[in-house]
């Protein structure tokens, strides 16, 4: 059982729709990730949040926008997708980012598909 | 700058024979090495982690990983193979930068075990 929560499973949507997935951790973590990934290709990194602040956007397109409304909780809304968005999108967190050697806790993903 | 480098992206191997898989990384600098498995549909579990010390490290599922500074490596080793171990495999390595604990994901090793 994965300790980060990730929801939901699968979405299907439009390139003209608005949806958001959703994240959560209960582990005390106060750094967060969304990483991108691909089939048989490793995790991209997306943001990481540091305390609820945006700390890293890998230069990822405005129609991924993220967001921490608490510390247990990661957002990423999104809009007017591109077909090449689908992917797997998987959310992490560690304890801080500021403390070496902390494994990342990912949870099973959100299976994206873009029509 | 960091690189993670798994040499073999497919790794065919029949039931209970013993496997290797090779993840070599390049750092001037200290490191703290990880490996995740990622089974079909789910997101990456941690398997192991070298942190420091003893350089044999021994994980969940029978795993373990042996880290030789002067090769520059962090192989994953498991005497007896099972069906179950079919995954993806992923090393990577960690290292705290001006914006904090950032991870580098090797290429991935595809493993299928054969009955």
């Known amino acids: 059982d994965t300790e980060v929560t990730q929801t939901p499973k699968h979405l299907v949507m439009g390139m003209t729709n608005k949806k958001s997935l959703k994240c959560e951790q209960h582990m005390g973590h106060r750094a967060m990730y969304w990483y991108k990934q691909k089939a048989k290709k490793p995790p991209e990194l997306m943001f990481v949040y540091s305390y609820e602040k945006l700390s890293i956007n890998e230069s990822v397109p405005s129609r991924f926008s993220p967001e921490c409304p608490n510390s247990s909780l990661l957002n990423l809304h999104l809009h007017a997708l591109q077909p090449e968005d689908s992917a797997l999108y998987l959310c992490?967190?560690?304890?801080?980012?500021?403390?070496?050697?902390?494994?990342?806790?990912f949870g099973d993903g959100t299976r994206l598909s873009i029509l | 700058a960091q690189s993670v480098t798994q040499l073999d992206s497919q790794v065919p191997v029949f039931e209970e024979a013993p496997v290797e898989l090779r993840c070599n990384y390049s750092?001037?600098?200290?490191?703290?090495l990880f490996w995740y498995v990622q089974y079909p549909n789910q997101g990456l579990q941690l398997l192991l982690k070298?942190?420091?010390?003893?350089?044999l490290v021994k994980g969940i599922n029978g795993f373990e990983a042996e880290f030789n500074k002067s090769q520059t490596s962090f192989h994953l080793r498991k005497p007896s193979v099972h069906i179950s171990d079919t995954a993806e495999y992923f090393c990577?390595?960690?290292?705290?930068?001006?914006?904090?604990?950032?991870?580098?994901f090797g290429t991935g090793t595809s493993l299928t075990v054969i009955p």
């Open positions: 070298y942190l420091s010390g003893s350089t």
């Open positions: 750092s001037s600098v200290s490191v703290y």
């Open positions: 990577a390595v960690s290292r705290v930068s001006n914006t904090g604990n950032q991870f580098y």
């Open positions: 992490a967190s560690s304890q801080d980012v500021q403390v070496p050697a902390q494994p990342q806790h």
